[in-house]
Nanobody
Framework: QVQVVESGGGLVQAGGSLRLSCAAS????????MGWYRQAPGRQRELVAA????????????SYADSVKGRFTISRDNAKNTMYLQMNSLKAEDTAVYYC????????????????WGQGTLVTVSS
């Protein structure tokens, strides 16, 4: 079974920075794409950033929501099954619960999970 734990959320002033982490544990062989979603109160969950697995000599390809381009950076460490989201120049509208999403996870016992979600971490940006 896969366990996913997000961390790094908290309260920050507008203009500040936070770094979120998503650590996947279990007997994992491979995780395909990974992504960060967020959900603000009264709003639908939205994709913030995503990253593919990449190869042995190349980093994964990244994509971002227009609202965070130039401010957020997504990265991953395949050896540690961990993903990060560096958030700079935070705005009040970035306030939300941020969720880690894993796509196409394969385990050593042959089990496969098409999608795995973390429990979320709250980011609050005060203006």
């Amino acid at each position: 079974q896969v366990q996913v734990v997000e961390s790094g959320g908290g309260l920050v002033q507008a203009g500040g920075s936070l770094r979120l982490s998503c650590a996947a544990s279990g007997r994992i062989v491979i995780i395909n794409a990974m992504g960060w979603y967020r959900q603000a109160p009264g709003r639908q969950r939205e994709l913030v950033a995503a990253i593919t697995r990449g190869g042995s000599t190349s980093y994964g390809s990244t994509s971002y929501a227009d609202s965070v381009k130039g401010r957020f950076t997504i990265s991953r460490d395949n050896a540690k099954n961990t993903m990060y989201l560096q958030m700079n120049s935070l705005k009040a509208e970035d306030t939300a619960v941020y969720y880690c999403n894993l796509q196409s996870v394969t385990m050593y016992n042959g089990a496969k999970y098409s999608e795995v979600w973390g429990q979320g971490t709250l980011v609050t940006v005060s203006s």
